[in-house]
C-alpha cells in the first residue's frame, strides 16, 4: 500500500474520445509524475508536476495534458484517443523533487481504445 | 535519458541470495541510484535506493561500487514473491529527477 490511489481502474473508450484520470498522491507529497505502460514494455515518462505547474513533459504530444489541484491531486487528460494510447497509466507521487526521494506508485488505470 | 545497462534475465532457486548487477558508466556526482519492481499487471515497488554508501533496507541491499559506474541489488534469500522485473534507474538533475525505466531485469525464482 502506498498510498497512491488512481481512478478508474479500467475503461474503455472509443477512438477519437476524450478521458480524465485521476490521482490521489500520498499525504504532503506535492510532486505528481505520469507514466504510460504499453504491454510488454516498461513505463515512458509523460510529465510531472510540481506545486501545481508542469515541471517537465517527456515526448508525448499535447493531446495529453495534465493539472494538479491545491490539495496536489492530480489529472491527466488525453484528447482525440488513438488505438496505440491504449495502456496501463501510472500515477507516482514524492514528497518533493529532491533526486534522493522515493517515488511512490499506483497501481494504474488500465485504458483500451476500441 | 541517464543510461543504465542490466541484464535481460536472470534465475535464482528459492531461499537463495539473488545478486542483480546494473553498469552506469555515465553516472555523475548528484545521480541517485534508484531500485524499483514490477509485478505483472501492478504498479512498480519501490526497493531501494543509494548515492554513494551501501544501502540496507527490509527488502535488499544496495551494493555501490567505488567508482560508482555499477551497483548491484542484493535479495539476500529469494522467495516466490520476488519474481519480477527489477529496473535499475539514475535520477538525475538533468533530467529534473524523472524515472528513465529501461527494459529491467526479469527476475525467475524456483521452488
Known amino acids: 500500500e502506498t498510498g497512491v490511489t488512481q481512478s478508474p481502474t479500467h475503461l474503455i473508450k472509443t477512438r477519437g474520445q476524450q478521458v480524465t484520470l485521476r490521482c490521489s498522491s500520498q499525504?504532503?507529497?506535492?510532486?505528481v509524475s505520469w507514466y504510460q505502460q504499453a504491454l510488454g514494455q516498461g513505463p515512458q515518462f509523460i510529465f510531472q508536476y510540481y506545486r501545481e505547474e508542469e515541471n517537465g513533459r517527456g515526448n508525448f504530444p499535447p493531446r495529453f495534458s495534465g493539472l494538479q489541484f491545491p490539495n496536489y491531486s492530480s489529472e491527466l487528460n488525453v484528447n482525440a484517443l488513438e488505438l496505440d494510447d491504449s495502456a496501463l497509466y501510472l500515477c507516482a507521487s514524492s514528497l518533493d523533487r529532491g533526486l534522493g526521494n522515493t517515488i511512490y506508485f499506483g497501481e494504474g488505470s488500465w485504458l483500451t481504445v476500441v | 535519458d541517464a543510461k543504465t545497462t542490466q541484464p535481460n534475465s536472470m534465475e535464482s532457486n528459492e531461499e537463495e541470495p539473488v545478486h542483480l548487477p546494473c553498469n552506469h558508466s555515465t553516472i555523475s556526482g548528484t545521480d541517485y541510484i534508484h531500485w524499483y519492481r514490477q509485478l505483472p499487471s501492478q504498479g512498480p515497488e519501490y526497493v531501494i535506493h543509494?548515492?554513494?554508501s551501501n544501502v540496507n533496507n527490509r527488502m535488499a541491499s544496495l551494493a555501490i561500487a567505488e567508482d560508482r559506474k555499477s551497483s548491484t541489488l542484493i535479495l539476500h534469500r529469494a522467495t516466490l514473491r520476488d519474481a519480477a522485473v527489477y529496473y535499475c534507474?539514475?535520477?538525475?538533475?538533468?533530467?529534473?529527477?524523472?524515472?528513465?525505466f529501461g527494459r529491467g531485469t526479469q527476475l525467475t525464482v524456483w521452488p
Open positions: 499525504s504532503g507529497h506535492n510532486t
Open positions: 543509494g548515492l554513494t
Open positions: 534507474i539514475l535520477r538525475t538533475s538533468s533530467t529534473l529527477g524523472r524515472l528513465y
